[in-house]
């Protein structure tokens, strides 16, 4: 299943007007979801972790198919700290088990929250030492163990999607304030990846981790800059209402961060305290990508100027942009005879065999658009069947991908099913894909007026291949 694939001068045509609306949601511990539940006798029979000895707790208790709300059950654990939590299973079904704290209080039980993993036979318990982070939180959070049958299973599970058999109980974990002065930055709220982000103001949350009131101390940021490297620290002062033990506020910087430059960036946030007890929970920082934005159109990139904003990345990446000279494909679109760069899956040879990777665009602002649409040349060569390549689009700075049409729904839009991008149950089909051989240079062409109006559109050549 060898291939080499590319793309070459994307073109993309758009105008007119449509206005769109965002809405905000606030975080809430999720719901664990179960279709049978421990209706069939798949349920944690017990978990033990200091003061909270729940043995013998038997299938679910509350009207929640598969959960038990034992929050009324609590312990207090020290940052620092190495505890054991003990876990028993139910005598007839064996069960793979996780358990997560929710150490930083955002109400998400997150991958480096989880305290412990295990495969239990029927009957069987286990032990799981862990050691509480010394940045958690003080104050009360939450404690979530999770059983889904059978043992074997993949881990950590999720915390919170729909599964068949098993069960999830939770309980509270009380964090107690680590010295009586000791004040730092727990969250940078207000920067994340996104599109044109140039001059941006940077908020942080502040919280007073010890026993005494604070009042006076100064809060800092500094910036790694993609091209310039460590910026000079901003140090302001906190002039705000005092803070009493385990109270938090939010800050904001006078001092706008500059993130015009493309590329990755870390902004570190931290507080300067004389009577700081404790300088290890001081600071927070946030990685995040400031995306070039192209504002205007028809906008037409034949890349032979260099990548334009467009990366590769992904798993085992073969991308590369130059002038492709392999076997198979051979050479520029005989639209374009003279160009020297085409965005390919290794210019000289095959892409690798455990390739999920991608070319992906800048950020493109449709809010004055109606009737936009992508057209682009490219030739494709794969395995049948079993690997292929799909255009997809993002609306959330590539947090989240979704691919764009099915086979025929544009000019040249994709060959057939690919078992590389999975089974579609809804269909009965696998999700389609440019895959099997494209013979020589086609243009593809399709409707993206489903994305008319969104301001911050990325589009990305996804390979993805079967092993």
């Known amino acids: 299943m060898n291939l080499n694939l590319l793309t070459n001068k994307a073109a993309f045509f758009l105008t007119a007007l449509l206005a769109l609306g965002l ?3 606030t975080a809430q511990y999720c719901e664990p979801d179960y279709s049978t539940g421990t209706d069939a006798g798949d349920y944690i029979d017990g978990v033990v972790l ?7 707790s038997g299938p679910s208790t509350s009207g929640i198919i598969g959960y038990s709300d034992y929050t009324d059950l609590s312990t207090i654990l020290t940052p620092g700290l190495t505890y054991t939590i003990e876990l028993y299973n139910n005598p007839t079904w064996s069960q793979t088990y996780t358990a997560w704290i929710d150490f930083n209080g955002n109400e998400e039980f997150e991958d480096d929250e989880v305290i412990g993993n295990a495969s239990l036979a029927a009957g069987a318990s286990t032990t799981v030492d862990f050691t509480v982070p010394v940045t958690a939180l003080p104050g009360e959070t939450r404690m979530r163990v999770r059983c889904i049958y059978p043992s074997g299973l993949a881990t950590p599970l999720d915390p919170c999607e729909l599964d068949t058999y098993g069960e999830a109980e939770d309980y509270t974990i009380i964090i107690p304030a680590s010295g009586d002065n000791d004040i730092g930055v727990t969250d940078i709220t207000s920067i994340a990846s996104g599109c044109g982000l140039g001059l941006t103001e940077v908020s942080v949350e502040v919280y007073n981790l010890g026993l005494e009131t604070v009042a006076s101390f100064d ?9 310039l490297g460590l910026l000079t620290p901003v140090v302001e002062s906190y002039t705000g209402p005092a803070l009493a033990s385990l109270e938090s506020t939010i800050f904001t910087f006078t001092t706008l961060a500059d993130f015009s430059e493309f590329g990755d960036y870390t902004v570190t946030a931290y507080t300067i305290f004389d009577l700081d007890e404790s300088a290890i929970n001081d600071s927070s920082d946030v990685s995040f990508v400031a995306i070039p934005s192209i504002t205007s159109f028809p906008y037409v990139q034949d890349f032979e100027g260099g ?6 990345g992904g798993s085992g990446s073969t991308w590369e942009l130059g002038y492709p000279s392999a076997s198979v494909i051979d050479g520029p679109p005989p639209g ?20 999920n990777s991608w070319v992906q665009s800048p950020c493109f602002d449709f809010s004055d658009l109606v009737v936009p649409y992508v057209k682009f040349d490219i030739w494709w060569q794969t395995g049948d069947f079993w690997d292929g390549a799909r255009m997809e689009y993002s609306l959330d700075a590539g947090d989240t991908w979704l691919p764009i049409g099915g086979v025929g729904t544009g000019d040249n839009w994709y060959s057939g099913e690919c078992y590389a991008f999975g089974f579609d149950p809804a269909t009965g089909f696998y999700n389609p894909a440019w895959e099997g051989s494209g013979g020589s240079w086609k243009t593809a062409e399709h409707d993206l007026t489903f994305l008319a109006g969104e301001p911050q559109v990325q589009l990305r050549i996804h390979l993805a291949t079967a092993g």
């Open 219 to 227: 809060v800092a940021y500094v910036v790694d800059n993609p091209v």
């Open 336 to 355: 374009t005879p003279d160009s020297e760069n085409s965005w390919a899956t290794n210019l000289f040879d095959f892409y690798g065999i455990t390739e």
């Open 307 to 312: 990548a334009a904003g467009w990366i590769s």
């Open 50 to 56: 200091e003061d909270i000895d729940n043995v013998g």
């Open 23 to 25: 809405t905000e949601a």
